[in-house]
């Protein structure tokens, strides 16, 4: 594929390792972040040392906190901000030329839910909600096995472009056709957006036990697979009951694929958070689970299993789903059950 340009909106890990490997490939890639460190270390050093430090950047990448510069103009444009700011932020770019005629193809990489008075919405839901009419189930959902560091080094990794524009969804994964990178189209985008939030939630209670494994006699590498298989089927049942067309979906990269190196990996925060509330009691500092998330920052790092575990309960609630471990998970992070609580329920002990 010929040089594309390419604008990722949010300078965050995932962002920019998908920017290395974009740019690894020869396309141009300018980032957009809110903060000042973040564009000053990429466009100085080649380096995001806030939030993917340690691994040099290729120099071709530019970073800059005016998004509308970022947007305008580009071919491709990749959404990478937090859940929480999501539509907020692309409002700011909603009257850019090349978006208002949708002439731009957008993708999104970020994960979770986001928050409504209607209830708890999906990614492209909330992006197409704020943009043009022109991008209504044209936009494309990135998602897999994919923490930012190894992308950023290059190491072989597996993604999905889920989309209902078929046309997109190629474009994308040839986008994408880069060293490093393996890509796959899907339909199924509701599906592969509910097993990208609801995995983060498994691998906290993943981390959890994986902590109390050190010096547990009945808890190991058994009962963590146990685990596993146990947040996969939850997984498919709530995107099911969300409307995942596809069954494969959960039996692909973006499913068990994705779900096991949350989990497994060293670079996992989900699962590191797990550990740290055995760990260092951590939730200590919360009264409960609304208090975590209003202040998350104080963790030092993003556990969006944390905020997705509040969702996937609100949604589980609203459909009268059975998912045990998602649930022991929410009784735990809202001061309602301890970690002992949720392992004796979860194991029937």
């Known amino acids: 594929m010929s040089e594309k340009t390419v604008g990722i909106i949010g300078g965050g890990a995932w962002g920019t390792g998908i920017a290395q490997a974009l740019a690894r490939g020869g396309h141009k890639v300018e980032i957009w972040a809110l903060e000042e460190d973040v564009v000053a270390s990429i466009n100085n050093e080649h380096e995001n040392k806030r939030f993917l430090p340690g691994f040099k ?29 999501l539509a907020s932020t692309l409002e700011k770019i909603n009257t850019v030329p090349n978006i208002v005629d ?132 939850e997984i498919q049942t709530l995107g099911f009951a969300m409307g995942a067309t596809h069954a494969e979906t959960f ?15 060293k670079y996992g925060r989900n699962r590191r958070f797990g550990q740290d509330i055995v760990k260092t009691d951590m939730l200590s500092r919360f009264k409960d689970i609304d208090d975590l998330i209003a202040n998350v920052g104080k963790i030092g790092y993003l556990p969006e299993g944390a905020i997705a575990c509040k969702y996937v309960h609100e949604i589980a609630q609203k459909k009268d789903l059975k998912l045990p471990l998602c649930n022991a998970l929410y009784k735990v992070l809202n001061k309602e059950s301890t970690v002992e609580d949720m392992v004796k329920e979860l194991l029937n002990l």
């Not at 009419?133 to 597996?158: F, L, Q, R, W």
């Not at 039996?251 to 990996?265: A, I, M």
């Open 251 to 265: 039996t692909s990269v973006s499913g068990v694929g994705d779900l096991d190196v949350t989990c497994k990996s």
């Open 57 to 85: 950047l290729e120099p071709s990448i530019t970073c800059s906190n005016d998004i509308w510069q970022v947007a305008f103009g580009k071919e491709f444009i990749f959404v990478a901000s937090p859940s929480i700011f």
């Open 102 to 233: 949708g002439s731009t193809v957008i993708a999104a990489l970020t994960k979770g839910f986001v928050p409504s008075k209607s209830g708890p919405k999906l990614i492209l839901e909330t992006i197409e909600s704020a943009l043009p009419e022109v991008y209504k189930d044209c936009t494309v959902y990135v998602a897999g096995p994919s923490h930012a560091e190894e992308v950023a080094m290059g190491k072989i990794t597996g993604l999905v472009a889920a989309s209902l524009n078929p046309k997109n969804s190629i474009r994308v994964r040839e986008l994408l056709k880069v060293p490093g990178l393996m890509v796959f189209s899907s339909f199924d985008i509701i599906g592969t957006q509910i097993c990208a939030a609801a995995k983060n939630v498994v691998a906290a209670v993943y981390g959890a036990m994986d902590a109390i494994a050190e010096t547990s006699d009945i808890v190991g590498d058994n009962t963590e697979s146990l685990l596993l298989a146990a947040g996969l089927n």
